[in-house]
T-cell receptor, first 112, second 116 residues
Framework: EAEVAQSPRYKITEKSQAVAFWCDPI?????LYWYRQILGQGPELLVQ????????DSQLPKDRFSAERLKGVDSTLKIQPAELGDSAMYLC??????????FGPGTRLTVT | AQKITQTQPGMFVQEKEAVTLDCTYD???????LFWYKQPSSGEMIFLIY??????QNATEGRYSLNFQKARKSANLVISASQLGDSAMYFC?????????????FGAGTRLFVKA
């Protein structure tokens, strides 16, 4: 069964350092989502792509976060510089349409 | 204002019994979708069930059913015959249209504990 791949699964970094996460969606899924999930809360959408175009990045802290999906397939989310408050689970999801989203295993980020 | 409200931070249920997890939502969009996801301790989000705002019947998927009460803006998840493996976080989510596209908003979740 096709799955959304994410790497790394775990990342520990010091504040002020740069960190990047990678996501490979299910083949054929045009829509890709990055969510941030703070411990004890539900996921919050950071950015949504339709193919290679950003359709929603209203909740993305653009002073430090960036996301790209250059060829409309895999995607990278970057944080520079990382802050203590960025410690969270970063989830990637993809969907064929806007119906069911398939989630990857997530990247758990700890900023020290 | 909260778009998705899950009022139960934690719930306990005895194995083999049924349990209802509450979810209320707020939207002015006539066309929307409601989802439930399960998140085990390993972290991945697992899709359970979907209900469209125009669906006349309550959605069912195996042991999961969604009690959709549109007038009350309620979309409760019912898990029948609970199993130990059902212990997890459960998130209610709503997809609503905006600016020609869609956005999915998640509730804060309910942690379910299944007792042997």
């Amino acid at each position: 069964e096709a799955e959304v791949a994410q790497s790394p699964r775990y990342k520990i970094t010091e504040k002020s350092q740069a960190v990047a996460f990678w996501c490979d969606p299910i083949s054929g899924h045009a829509t890709l989502y990055w969510y941030r999930q703070i411990l004890g809360q539900g996921p919050e959408l950071l950015v949504q792509f339709q193919d290679e175009s950003v359709v929603d990045d209203s909740q993305l802290p653009k002073d430090r976060f960036s996301a790209e999906r250059l060829k409309g397939v895999d995607s990278t989310l970057k944080i520079q510089p990382a802050e203590l408050g960025d410690s969270a689970m970063y989830l990637c999801a993809s969907s064929f349409d806007s119906y069911e989203q398939y989630f990857g295993p997530g990247t758990r980020l700890t900023v020290t | 204002a909260q778009k998705i409200t899950q009022t139960q931070p934690g719930m306990f249920v005895q194995e083999k019994e049924a349990v209802t997890l509450d979810c209320t939502y707020d939207t002015s969009d006539p066309s929307y979708g409601l989802f439930w996801y399960k998140q085990p301790s390993s972290g991945e989000m697992i899709f359970l069930i979907y209900q469209g705002s125009y669906d006349q019947q309550n959605a069912t998927e195996g042991r999961y059913s969604l009690n959709f009460q549109k007038a009350r803006k309620s979309a409760n998840l019912v898990i029948s015959a609970s199993q130990l493996g059902d212990s997890a976080m459960y998130f209610c989510a709503m997809r609503e249209g905006r600016d020609g596209g869609f956005k999915t908003i998640f509730g804060a979740g309910t942690r379910l504990f299944v007792k042997a």
